[in-house]
């Protein structure tokens, strides 16, 4: 923290940036996390190609069945305390 409440990032050699593209795609992450909607993730996902294209037709990225049936649990809000 530097004075004026700035906050500076420190580079320990791990720093990056990210490509527009990059940017672009985690707030679409972001947007299918809060709409819930695994679907947009899913093709998000297989346009980035982390998942395999066919895996998304099915309504659920997972190929494995306790993997779809994870899926398949609502998302709730969480109860913890912050």
């Not at 527009?20 to 993730?41: C, Q, S, T, Y």
């Amino acid at each position: 923290m530097l004075p004026g409440e700035v906050i500076a990032p420190i580079d320990m050699g791990m720093m990056g940036s990210l490509e527009p593209e990059m940017i672009d795609a985690l707030l679409e992450l972001l947007v299918g996390i809060l709409l819930r909607d695994a679907e947009k993730i899913a093709r998000l996902f297989a346009r980035l190609g982390l998942i395999d294209e066919a895996s998304t037709a099915c309504g659920c990225a997972a190929t494995s069945p306790r993997a779809r049936a994870l899926c398949a649990l609502p998302i709730a809000r969480s109860t913890s305390p912050r």
